[in-house]
């Protein structure tokens, strides 16, 4: 098992800046992605950005150059600053981590609330 703790998330107004951090504990697996996926009312949940412990990161093209996603290996955190904020992005954000070498295996965390106001 994988716990996944999460923190960040709030109010902010469009234009504004918000961190998400999301830690990982338990049965850590050496190769892993971790990762922001979001979900917006009524909508599906989508991808925001990964990273892997190779150093590869993928983003959704909606968030490319204004969120930034990085990890520390040591502390198994990742972490998603998100810059220039919208209100499209409100979304309940989602951490997820999965084991490279067995990618059916993947856990997530809570979810936290973000608002942007326009």
């Known amino acids: 098992q994988v716990q996944l703790v999460v923190s960040g998330g709030g109010l902010v107004q469009a234009g504004g800046s918000l961190t998400l951090s999301c830690a990982a504990s338990?049965?850590?697996?050496?190769?892993?992605?971790m990762g922001w996926y979001r979900q917006a009312p009524g909508k599906r949940r989508e991808l925001v950005a990964t990273?892997?412990?190779?150093?590869?990161?993928n983003y959704a093209d909606s968030v490319k150059g204004r969120f930034t996603i990085s990890r520390d290996n040591a502390q198994n955190t990742v972490y998603l600053q998100m810059n220039s904020l919208k209100p499209e992005d409100t979304a309940v954000y989602y951490c997820?981590?999965?084991?490279?070498?067995?990618?059916?295996?993947?856990?997530w965390g809570q979810g936290t609330q973000v608002t942007v106001s326009s």
């Open positions: 997820n981590w999965q084991n490279l070498l067995r990618v059916q295996v993947n856990y």
């Open positions: 338990g049965s850590i697996t050496s190769i892993n992605a």
């Open positions: 990273a892997s412990t190779y150093g590869n990161t």
